[in-house]
């Protein structure tokens, strides 16, 4: 009997319902202080009253110029920050779930480099924004497809684990690609805006494009939410996990297919952010264990209230705009060595 | 109603580890697989279960093809019990014993108050329902083998198939475990499990099956087939089978490796 080891139970477990309101307060207190502030600051009643005659219709009384602020200025930002922020949040637990592995995150397998290629060539052949978020969504969804297309034609001994070598080969032949995009992009006008793009950015995000991007994002996480429960096993050796019934191999695509689309979704939206889906469903399998039905709500409300937090700081801290991937970085990087540290203590 | 094989060809693609081995396992029997290393035990394991492809000749599940059961109706039927790992996420016991339950729902449902109660019930009948809901990273290594047996149990498989259940765990671990072995062959489960110890098939087995280089050397009855010639011959060097008596005045065999000349 090992009575002396640690509690008698993970304290996270039976706190789940608390953490997921703990995590949707912080998120509203964010929201609330992401409308506020500002190069035009808004009182917080105001921002209250202004999205209450907006979700009621009825009239709220403020000035013309407050309410636009409110609505049409910052509304999109914050719910295209909120909507990127679970996105890549849900498809990093994801992925952790699917390579067995806590630290890996949504570039694994090339995402993010073949977004940004898609994003590169778009620039550099002066496309309207539309047609280059199509082309990073294209680039990433083909980065994947080469990956596990390869991970395929290599054979099934240690599936996994050429997956993720297969990823990071792919993901430095994109950035191959990339580095060729910009030596050959106008230093001009598109090297900065490739640039930019690479560390991401909320500021130029307008509502049409948010609405399509949100179509994409909805029907990648609708699977893994209704997976939930199946998702668990994929945490476990393919052997286990195929003795217990499971079709891995189609359960595996599903997953990467839906975790792909929301990652290249947002990607395609903000550019390259990265730190959130790694460093988000840590921090939730943490606070609830691994259970997926309690850690991707958890991972969606933490993510959104963690990017939020990231873009108003990148707006407001200084007078130009940081790109929240720096700031991500920055943020990031001590989180994740401290959450590191807690796994190790456990 | 037995899981069998008849003529098996086993191995990798054109790595061929074993052919024309036949075996079977019975509800309510234990049957402990020995061999050396690398003599093809994991393989010919991993091919009963399904998880790779016979090279030659069939696996057959209650009579019929392994390869034609439909994945779910198989894992309600067959059940595999891994090493314990220490890798594994940070599921509670019950957690990972609810894993045992996913063939008997739905693709989209979550675990049902009955696969709560199946689960806690299979942990409770290996006395670790005291621990469901401690994490798998703050219970011992015997523990979490018992978690996985409990796994299987969920699973409701009458035939168990167990890789080297007490490798990685202390002798005191090793035989809580055997000790549950042999109440589960009291509940009708059929169970194969491979070993290192031939003293544990001694204790447990009512057959054993002896590997080496991919074909089985010899099977049958354990005091017939697990002597000393036969041990001897298994693992390349002298091993006495003998006979001592205990203090409560049984008697009991173990082996007994010769010291080298």
Known sequence: ?346 | MTLSARGLGFGFGNRVVGTGLSCHLDAGEVVCLLGPNGSGKSTLMRTLLGLQASLAGDVLLEGKPLRSWPIVERARRLAYVPQAADSYFDFSLLELVEMGRAAHRGLLSGPSAEDKRAAMAALQSLGVGHLAHRSLHAVSGGERQLGLIARALATEAPYLVMDEPTANLDYGNQARVLDEIGRLKERGIGILLSTHHPEQALRVADRVLLLRDGSLIGQGDVGATLTSEALSSLYGRTIEVATVRLANGGERLVCVPSASA
């Open chain 1, 1 to 346: 009997m090992q009575r002396w080891r640690g509690a008698p139970m993970s304290l996270g477990r039976a706190r789940f319902p608390l953490w997921l309101a703990l995590s949707a307060v912080a998120l509203a207190v964010v929201a609330l202080w992401s409308f506020s502030v500002g190069r035009f600051p808004v009182a917080a009643s105001d921002v209250a009253r202004a999205l209450w005659s907006a979700a009621t219709g009825s009239e709220s009384g403020l000035a013309n110029h407050v309410e636009a602020v409110i609505l049409q200025v910052r509304a999109p930002r914050l719910l295209a920050a909120l909507a990127v922020g679970a996105s890549l949040a849900a498809a990093g637990a994801a992925y952790q779930n699917l390579f067995k592995n806590p630290l890996v995150s949504p570039d694994i397998l090339g995402v993010s480099a073949g977004c940004a290629l898609g994003a590169g060539v778009g620039i550099l052949l002066s496309l309207p924004l539309m047609a280059v978020q199509g082309l990073a969504f294209v680039g990433g969804i083909s980065a994947v497809a080469l990956v596990v297309l390869v991970g395929f034609c290599l054979g099934r001994r240690d599936a996994m684990l050429t997956l993720i070598l297969t990823g990071v080969v792919v993901g430095s032949l994109f950035g191959a690609g990339i580095a060729l995009v910009k030596t050959v992009a106008d230093p001009n006008n598109q090297l900065p805006a490739i640039t930019f793009w690479l560390l991401g950015s909320f500021a130029s995000v307008m509502p049409d494009d948010l609405a399509i991007a949100l179509i994409p994002m909805a029907v990648g996480l609708v699977p893994l939410a209704a997976l939930r429960g199946r998702i668990d096993l994929l945490a476990l050796s393919e052997d286990e996990a195929r003795s217990l019934g499971v079709d891995v191999v189609t359960l595996r695509l599903a997953v990467i297919g839906s975790a792909t689309l929301v990652t290249a979704s947002a990607v395609a939206l903000a550019g390259i952010i990265g730190w959130v889906g790694l460093v988000i469903p840590h921090a939730a399998r943490l606070l609830v264990g691994a259970r997926f039905a309690r850690v991707l709500p958890l991972s969606l409300v933490l993510g959104a209230a963690f990017m939020l937090a990231v873009d108003t700081l990148c707006r407001t801290v200084a007078a130009i705009e940081i790109p929240p991937g720096a700031v991500t970085a920055f943020v990031g990087t001590p989180l994740f060595i401290t959450l590191l540290a807690a796994t190790l203590r456990k």
